[in-house]
C-alpha cells in the first residue's frame, strides 16, 4: 500500500463546502417548497438562509470550474474519446458495481494522478457539474427574483417550467447526496474516501503500482 496525492487542497476546500452546502439547500428547500407541513424553522429563515447558501454555492462552483480550468488538473475531466474503450470499461466497472463487489473481486478501475475517476463517475460529473449544475443555478437565480428576470423565465418556458425544473433537479441532487456516501465507502476500507478527502492523499493498493 502507498499513498497517492490526488486531492488538492483547492478541490477538498470546494468539495466540503458543496456537500455541507447542498444539506443546507435541501433542508431549506424541503422547508420552502412544504409550507404548513414541513416547520422545520421559520419560513423567512429557510427562504433567506436558502438565498444565501445557493450564491455561496454559485461562487463556490466558478472557483471550483477556474481552477481546473486554468490547472494540469483538468486531464481529470476529459473523457475517453474511444466509445467501444469507455463501453467496455463501463461495462466492467457496472459489473464490479453490481456483481464483483460481493464476491471480493478487485476493483476494476485503478486510481492514478490524472484518472481518478473510473468511466462511470467520469460519465456522471461531467454530467452533473457541466450540465445539471449550471442548469440548476440558472433556475435558482431566475426564481430568486422572478420580477427583475421575467424576461428569463419567458424564454424557459415560464415561471411553472422554471419551478419544474429546479425540483425536478432537487431530487435528484437528494438522491445523489444519500448514493454518493454509499460508493464513496467502496474503497479498500470503508473510510478510505472519506479520509482522502481530508488528507488529499488516496492510499493505493501495491497491485496497482503498474497501471
Do not use: C
Not at 419560513?43 to 450564491?55: E, I
Not at 464476491?103 to 485503478?110: D, F, I, L, M, S
Not at 445523489?176 to 460508493?183: A, C, N, Q, T, V
Amino acid at each position: 500500500m502507498h499513498r497517492l496525492y490526488v486531492h488538492p487542497l483547492p478541490v477538498r476546500i470546494w468539495h466540503w463546502i458543496n456537500a455541507f452546502g447542498f444539506i443546507l439547500l435541501i433542508v431549506t428547500g424541503v422547508q420552502i417548497r412544504y409550507i404548513g407541513l414541513i416547520n422545520i424553522m421559520p419560513f423567512k429563515t429557510s427562504v433567506n438562509l436558502h438565498n444565501l447558501v445557493g450564491f455561496v454555492l454559485i461562487a463556490n462552483f466558478f472557483l471550483w470550474f477556474l481552477f481546473y480550468l486554468f490547472s494540469d488538473k483538468i486531464k481529470v475531466y476529459l473523457p475517453e474519446l474511444n466509445p467501444m474503450k469507455h463501453f467496455r470499461e463501463s461495462f466492467r466497472q457496472m459489473a464490479f458495481y453490481g456483481y464483483g463487489i460481493f464476491k471480493g473481486q478487485p476493483n476494476p478501475h485503478h486510481v492514478s494522478l490524472y484518472h481518478k475517476f473510473n468511466p462511470m463517475q467520469s460519465m456522471t460529473y461531467q454530467i452533473v457539474m457541466l450540465l445539471l449544475v449550471p442548469i440548476q443555478i440558472y433556475t435558482g437565480i431566475l426564481l430568486w427574483d422572478v420580477e427583475r428576470f421575467q424576461t428569463g423565465v419567458n424564454l424557459f418556458g415560464g415561471l411553472r417550467v422554471v419551478d419544474t425544473v429546479h425540483v425536478l433537479l432537487f431530487i435528484f441532487f437528494s438522491g445523489f447526496i444519500f448514493i454518493h456516501p454509499y460508493l464513496a465507502s467502496l474503497g479498500h476500507t470503508p473510510t478510505a474516501h472519506f479520509k482522502a478527502m481530508f488528507t488529499g492523499y488516496e492510499e493505493i493498493e501495491e497491485e496497482t503500482e503498474g497501471h
